[in-house]
T-cell receptor, first 113, second 113 residues
Framework: EAQVTQNPRYLITVTGKKLTVTCSQN?????MSWYRQDPGLGLRQIYY???????DKGDVPEGYKVSRKEKRNFPLILESPSPNQTSLYFC????????????FGSGTQLSVL | QKEVEQDPGPLSVPEGAIVSLNCTYS??????FMWYRQYSRKGPELLMY????GNKEDGRFTAQVDKSSKYISLFIRDSQPSDSATYLC?????????????FGAGTRLFVKA
């Protein structure tokens, strides 16, 4: 089954404690991206990657890091989380330049205390 | 002003009603227009996909794009309780593989049995 898998689904942490949210897709997609979803603000792009070792900032990259060492994986790293990063996070992938359809993971609800 | 404006609702209708969901946008470079459906605690899923102007129909769903007015709509006929979800409009420029997709804030729809 074609899917984007995120882990964990729920995460509660404290300010300053480094964390990683994993994302993996099994569709051999070139493009992957991270979004955060906040009430009234919709989905905002954090970072995206057009292929292995190619990443770029989205609209709200501050406080986040990403890496793309393998085509299927695109982890999101919060090196020093703060309460304003409490949000619902989604990873997404698409087939590439001529394909606009995004496949989303099930989301990670992060709470930073 | 946001690039994409969408009324967050909530919108509550009786079963069987015709539902109209709308978005306006400001960027004339958008060529791909999409509607995603998001159930509670799930990731968004692509519902309708339109290139440039015109109408597209899929079962009970019709998507309309009016580029001259920078206005897109989603109509749901014979609405069902299973249609209760948040509907996100989304749009992107030509050939960007989805990584330049801009989302509306989403409209919450409740269909009452």
């Amino acid at each position: 089954e074609a899917q984007v898998t995120q882990n964990p689904r729920y995460l509660i942490t404290v300010t300053g404690k480094k964390l990683t949210v994993t994302c993996s897709q099994n569709m051999n997609h070139e493009y992957m991206s991270w979004y955060r979803q906040d009430p009234g603000l919709g989905l905002r792009q954090i970072y995206y990657s057009m292929n292995v070792e190619v990443t770029d900032k989205g609209d709200v990259p501050e406080g986040y890091k990403v890496s793309r060492k393998e085509k299927r994986n695109f982890p999101l790293i919060l090196e020093s989380p703060s309460p304003n990063q409490t949000s619902l996070y989604f990873c997404a992938s698409s087939g590439g330049q001529s394909n606009e359809k995004l496949f989303f993971g099930s989301g990670t609800q992060l709470s930073v205390l | 002003q946001k690039e994409v404006e969408q009324d967050p609702g909530p919108l509550s209708v009786p079963e069987g009603a015709i539902v109209s969901l709308n978005c306006t946008y400001s960027n004339s470079a958008f060529q791909y227009f999409m509607w995603y459906r998001q159930y509670s605690r799930k990731g968004p899923e692509l519902l309708m996909y339109t290139y440039s102007s015109g109408n597209k129909e899929d079962g009970r769903f019709t998507a309309q794009v009016d580029k001259s007015s920078k206005y897109i709509s989603l109509f749901i006929r014979d609405s069902q309780p299973s249609d209760s979800a948040t509907y996100l409009c989304a749009m992107s420029p030509e050939g960007t593989g989805g990584f330049k997709t801009i989302f509306g804030a989403g409209t919450r729809l409740f269909v009452k049995a």
